[in-house]
């Protein structure tokens, strides 16, 4: 199974790390359907999602046990499970 790459700003970062946040919510539009969705339209397999605090090469990043997606309304639900590596620099 694969890592999910998204990239966040640094108040969600914060509120993922702190274990506030346990959802991300992203619109639904073709680039999100590529990544969560197969050619097929079965959903795609990831094992975890890396968070990633902007586009810098040495950006905090995080990884998160990836746990699923609903699709309700106008977006993708992405369900978040355990930290399992802390905030940290490349």
């Known amino acids: 199974m694969s890592t999910l790459k998204?990239?966040?700003?640094s108040e969600p970062f914060e509120d993922i790390?702190?274990?506030?946040k346990k959802?991300?919510?992203r619109?639904?539009?073709?680039?999100w359907e590529s990544r969560l969705y197969?050619?097929?339209?079965?959903?795609?397999?990831?094992k975890y999602i890396e968070f990633i605090n902007g586009y810098n090469p040495d950006a905090r990043r995080?990884?998160?046990?990836?746990?699923?997606?609903?699709?309700?309304g106008g977006y993708f639900n992405i369900l978040l499970g355990k930290i399992v590596k802390k905030p940290h620099r490349l």
């Open 6 to 9: 998204i990239v966040i700003k």
């Open 17 to 20: 790390a702190a274990g506030i």
């Open 38 to 46: 197969e050619g097929n339209k079965t959903k795609r397999a990831y």
């Open 27 to 31: 619109e639904v539009k073709p680039f």
């Open 62 to 72: 995080m990884l998160v046990v990836y746990e699923g997606f609903q699709k309700k």
């Open 23 to 25: 959802i991300e919510y």
